[in-house]
């Protein structure tokens, strides 16, 4: 099994920056892909970015110049550095950890609130 604890999240001005941590821990060497969701009130859980074990990543594209994913493979931490952020980036961000491959399933965190004021 893997578990999966955020934390960072917390209240900001708009314009404002944050930084998400994902600390994981079990059989961290099932782990490939890393990613962060987030989920608005009343809304569905969407994509935010991805990181491959070879560091690759990817972005929905309204966070693409202002969210930063990397993770540290030695420390077995994934983060989420949010720039400019904005009153629509209010939402629970969860971290999610995929080990298809190796346990046949993906595993979530806790979740972490960020709300942006206006």
């Known amino acids: 099994q893997v578990q999966l604890v955020e934390s960072g999240g917390g209240l900001v001005q708009a314009g404002g920056s944050l930084r998400l941590s994902c600390a994981a821990s079990g059989s961290v060497f099932c782990i490939a892909t890393m990613a962060w969701y987030r989920q608005a009130p009343g809304k569905q859980r969407d994509l935010v970015a991805t990181i491959r074990s070879s560091g690759s990543t990817n972005y929905a594209d309204s966070v693409k110049g202002r969210f930063t994913i990397s993770r540290d493979n030695a420390k077995n931490t994934m983060y989420l550095q949010m720039n400019s952020l904005k009153p629509e980036d209010t939402a629970v961000y969860y971290c999610?950890?995929?080990?298809?491959?190796?346990?046949?399933?993906?595993?979530w965190g806790q979740g972490t609130q960020v709300t942006v004021s206006s």
């Open positions: 999610n950890a995929d080990t298809s491959r190796c346990l046949g399933r993906a595993y």
